[in-house]
């Protein structure tokens, strides 16, 4: 799982509980109480430092790595969705194709976490020379199998990539999901050409959505999400490691929105993240939360034509005039004149 070279902050000590895994400080602010998942709650402290959150109690590794494994939480072929969710998820890689060739000429590129590889396979059909990295030898050997693409475990990016070898990296919410944050950044530092861009997109924990949903919030997540990023703590992570800032994304038609509509949904008291379940795979639809089911798609589908469309419009409120996007993209490119 997320482990740089075997190390792991946060579970090993119980006074780790307390202590921000990216400044050290101990932080006893808790911003979300009692969220529930897969049978256990935890709690999301906060460091007003920089501003981040932190999911408490920190899962083992061991007990990670069994929620990621196949048929819990993507199929063999690393497929998770019905397919017309399949191929509007292609449309949406493209699109991320585009935005990225804003910034940045073809070249290497690097997907951090890249899942069964179809971003990294729509940029090798468009000239782009590719890599994935992903977390445990099963989600490996699975995404290499998948497109042929390279792919390598993340406890190999040290031994195995080179300074300086990528123009591009990508962690499409990825820095959510790993232990320690600051080594995932400075690896990306490291193999990134000077110049090069980094492209990062996490959930946003200071966003409207988050508010509202509090325990609700669809892309709170837990115990996968580790960390819970703000658009400020995200920045200034980035800066103390010589980013700099290019363009920030604060609306995303494909997280966004959902996020408005599962959390409105979760917040009227239908069984949690139902009605994104029922958009899984069968055999992914896992007992994350307990409830009845039947009722429960029942309100969805009377609630749906009046909620839709209010997610719409709430997303584009917060993101657009409040500028807290329940989610964020960030691109930044590593400086030329600092070391990093
Ligand atoms: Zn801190």
């Known amino acids: 799982m997320p482990i740089m070279d075997g190390r792991v902050t946060g579970h090993c000590n119980h006074d780790m509980k307390w202590t921000c895994t990216i400044c050290g400080n101990r932080v006893l602010n808790v911003i979300i109480k009692n969220a529930k998942s897969v049978g256990s709650q935890y709690d999301i402290y906060y460091c007003d430092q920089c501003m981040v959150g932190k999911t408490t109690p920190v899962i083992p590794p061991a007990d990670l790595a069994k929620l990621y494994s196949r048929e819990v939480y993507r199929s063999e072929t690393g497929k998770r969705f019905h397919g017309p969710i399949e191929k509007v998820i292609y449309i949406w890689r493209l699109h991320r194709k585009k935005r990225i060739e804003k910034h940045a000429g073809k070249g290497k590129i690097l997907d951090i976490g890249c899942g069964r590889g179809l971003f990294l396979d729509i940029m090798r059909t468009h000239g782009w020379t590719v890599m994935g990295v992903e977390f445990g030898q099963e989600a490996v050997e699975d995404a ?3 497109y042929g693409i390279e792919v390598i475990e993340e406890t190999r990016m040290r031994s195995t990539l080179l300074d300086e070898e990528f123009d591009v990296i990508t962690m499409n919410h990825v820095l959510e999901h790993v232990y320690n944050p600051v080594e995932t950044i400075h690896e990306c530092s490291r193999t990134l050409k000077n110049g090069g861009l980094l492209v990062i997109s996490v959930p946003n924990i200071l966003s409207w959505q988050a508010s509202f949903g509090n325990r609700d919030w669809f892309h709170l997540d837990p115990p996968y999400h580790l960390h819970h990023f703000s658009e400020q703590g995200l920045t200034k992570l980035l800066q103390n490691h010589s980013f700099s800032i290019q363009e920030v994304r604060r609306f995303d038609w494909e997280y966004n929105i959902f996020g408005w509509l599962q959390t409105l949904l979760n917040r009227a008291g239908i069984r949690k993240n139902l ?3 029922s958009l899984k795979m069968k055999i992914l639809r896992t007992k994350q939360f307990p ?33 807290k996007g329940g989610t964020i993209e960030i691109y930044a490119t590593k400086s030329r004149d600092l070391p990093g």
């Open 144 to 146: 290499s199998n998948a």
């Open 275 to 277: 009605f994104y379940d």
């Open 291 to 323: 409830g009845r089911t039947g009722w429960g798609l029942f309100w969805t589908v009377i609630l749906l034509p009046f909620m839709a469309p209010l997610a719409l419009m709430l997303s584009l409120a917060e993101s657009y005039l409040l500028n």
